[in-house]
């Protein structure tokens, strides 16, 4: 079983030629809503590929709330971790993606960051039912680190997807994550080394192995996932297919991947080579969680 603490949004995503400079004023060529946020789309992907999941996080008291906290409970995802915060306006996210598949999005958090520690405590039973607990940094840093402590107390694995990327993540928080999954920017940002190849890959893996994780794993897009523990370390090659829209990419490799991993990580490769595929297809599709496979959905070779 899966608890997944962090952000849900309402997403719109609009669809455009390219992107408006400032000052300019464009037309898109499609408009439309749907769930997101990074800790709600792990959760859909962790779900949506076979396993128990629980979401901790927060909404407002607003339509928009209502409409995300229905959307996970239609995925049988377990909602009674989920605060609603009065006079707070749900978290929301502007995509903008180009007829090139780039995107541009900006976020307004409202609740994710009216959350807090008084509210994770309450959800103790939910982290000790898991296997896993996954986090991001799209909501506030004190509830993930309570959520962390609570976890590691409990003998449960952490992992920590460290986006958007903190120049400087708390050490208290590093030394209860048991795995941490940067994206390639996010590297850079918190090693400071630039990842072009799997030299300064494994430097880098190096560099966050000292800062006291275990387990490593770095996702490279089209070129697929790049993992590193104490006895072993490589990279498993992405799926070769034609992206579209690259939103929910990484929340889907790390949900996905989670729902295969057994607690003592010994099928790692194997369930990197998971989280490839079930993003490789996401890829293919607009939006955050309509683009997340199911398990059924995928074909192994
Ligand atoms: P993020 O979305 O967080 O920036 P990445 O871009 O590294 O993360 O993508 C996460 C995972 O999604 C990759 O490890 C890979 O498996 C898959 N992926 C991303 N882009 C592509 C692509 N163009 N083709 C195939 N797989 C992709």
Do not use: C, W
């Not at 605060?83 to 090139?100: E, H, N, P, R, Y």
């Not at 990842?195 to 070129?223: C, M, N, P, R």
């Not at 790692?268 to 996401?282: K, T």
């Amino acid at each position: 079983a899966v608890t997944v603490i962090g952000s849900i949004n309402m997403d719109t995503t609009l669809r455009l030629t390219k992107m408006p400079k400032p000052g300019e004023t464009l037309h898109t060529s499609d408009i439309f809503h749907s769930g997101g946020g990074k800790g709600a789309n792990q959760a859909v992907a962790a779900k949506r590929s076979g396993a128990n999941t629980a979401f901790i996080g927060a909404v407002g008291d607003d339509n928009e709330g209502a409409t995300l906290l229905d959307l996970l409970a239609k995925e049988q995802i377990d909602i009674s971790g989920i605060s609603t915060i009065a006079d707070t306006a749900t978290g929301q996210a502007m995509i903008m993606v180009d007829d090139a598949g780039e995107n541009s999005i900006l976020i307004h958090a409202g609740a994710n960051n009216a959350f807090h520690e008084a509210e994770v405590q309450q959800q103790k039973a939910l982290i000790e039912n898991s296997d896993f607990l996954i986090a991001q940094f799209e909501s506030s840093l004190d509830a993930t680190l309570a959520a962390f402590t609570l976890a590691k107390k409990a003998g449960k694995k952490t992992i920590l997807n460290p986006a958007p990327a903190l120049e400087t993540i708390p050490t208290e928080l590093l030394a209860q994550t048991d795995v941490i999954i940067p994206n390639e920017t996010e590297t850079e940002i918190i090693t400071g080394i630039e990842v072009t190849d799997e030299a300064s890959l494994f430097q880098a893996a190096t560099a966050l192995h000292q800062l006291g994780i275990e387990t490593v794993i770095i996702t490279l897009g089209s070129k697929g996932a790049f993992y590193h523990t104490a006895t072993q370390h490589g990279i498993v090659p992405a799926f070769k297919v034609k992206a579209v829209d690259t939103t929910a990419a990484g929340d889907t490799f790390i949900g996905a991947l989670s729902s295969q991993l057994n607690p003592d990580f010994s099928n790692l490769p194997e369930a990197i080579r998971y989280g490839n595929l079930a993003s490789s297809v996401a890829v293919q599709s607009y939006g955050a969680q309509p683009s997340i496979p199911r398990r059924t959905d995928l074909t192994f070779e």
